[in-house]
């Protein structure tokens, strides 16, 4: 089975600058990056803060280039759903839900449609209608997840997001990403809940010294 995308030995490398009294400094913030995703599968990044999971993320989403390596996309669309979730705030959450998929391709017409679809799964209300300024951290996630969930892109990022707001929602997102209504999308989830990425997951990276050292779904990795 082709890969939708595959990373070979990619890095990512930050440059600290320094001043007159201290050289300029280089960190690592990913080494040696070697990952196939596969259509249908859900993988769950675990490790330590600062370890280089989200970064990893923005790298398969296409926010950040990698300074090392190579990414291979076979020709498909990856979103990235963050607690920030990059709304515009001076937007409602109709508005930034069609500028959410405009960006990803879709156009204006198209995401029009699916429209009624986000409102209701998103339970937000009339909320929908309101600037997402007003809005807690625990709604953007509900409004970033059920964009996402609706427009289905071919690879689903998670940072964080299903850890936040209120259980109802969190166990229906769970229930949505186990059914999959999408078979062969693949989902890449960053949690620290183990029992969250056992439940959901059936592969899982474990990222330690900014580099995967792991994939496995054991007892052992999940409880580092």
């Known amino acids: 089975m082709q890969p939708l995308i595959?990373?070979?030995?990619?890095?990512?490398?930050?440059?600290?600058?320094?001043?007159?009294?201290?050289?300029?400094?280089?960190?690592?913030?990913?080494?040696?990056?070697?990952l196939k995703i596969y259509p249908g599968e859900t993988i769950g990044i675990i490790g330590k803060n600062g370890s280089g999971k989200s970064s990893l993320l923005k790298i398969l989403s296409g926010v950040i280039q990698p300074t090392s390596g190579?990414?291979?996309?076979?020709g498909v669309?990856?979103?990235?759903?963050?607690?920030?979730?990059?709304f515009d705030n001076n937007l409602n959450g109709r508005d930034n839900a069609i500028l959410s998929g405009m960006l990803q391709g879709l156009k204006s017409q198209e995401i029009k449609t699916k429209l009624s679809e986000?409102?209701?799964?998103?339970?937000?209300?009339?909320?929908f209608f309101e600037p997402v300024r007003t809005y807690s951290t625990g709604?953007?996630?509900?409004?970033?997840?059920?964009?996402?969930?609706?427009?289905?892109?071919?690879?689903?990022?998670?940072?964080?997001?299903?850890?936040?707001?209120?259980?109802?929602?969190?166990?229906?997102?769970?229930i949505t990403i186990i059914e999959k209504n999408r078979p062969q999308?693949?989902?890449?989830?960053?949690?620290?809940?183990?029992?969250?990425?056992?439940?959901l997951c059936n592969r899982v990276a474990l990222i330690d010294n900014n580099t995967i050292i792991n994939i496995d779904l054991s007892n052992e990795t999940l409880n580092i």
């Open 185 to 199: 999308q693949a989902i890449i989830l960053v949690s620290h809940a183990s029992q969250q990425i056992s439940k």
């Open 118 to 127: 986000i409102h209701d799964y998103s339970e937000l209300g009339d909320f």
């Open 70 to 74: 190579e990414i291979i996309n076979h």
């Open 6 to 34: 595959e990373l070979k030995d990619v890095g990512l490398q930050y440059k600290i600058k320094g001043n007159i009294f201290t050289k300029n400094k280089y960190y690592d913030a990913l080494k040696n990056i070697n």
């Open 139 to 174: 709604m953007r996630a509900r409004l970033g997840f059920s964009i996402s969930n609706i427009i289905k892109p071919d690879i689903l990022l998670i940072d964080e997001v299903l850890g936040v707001g209120d259980q109802k929602f969190r166990q229906k997102t769970e």
């Open 77 to 86: 669309s990856a979103s990235l759903l963050t607690i920030g979730a990059g």
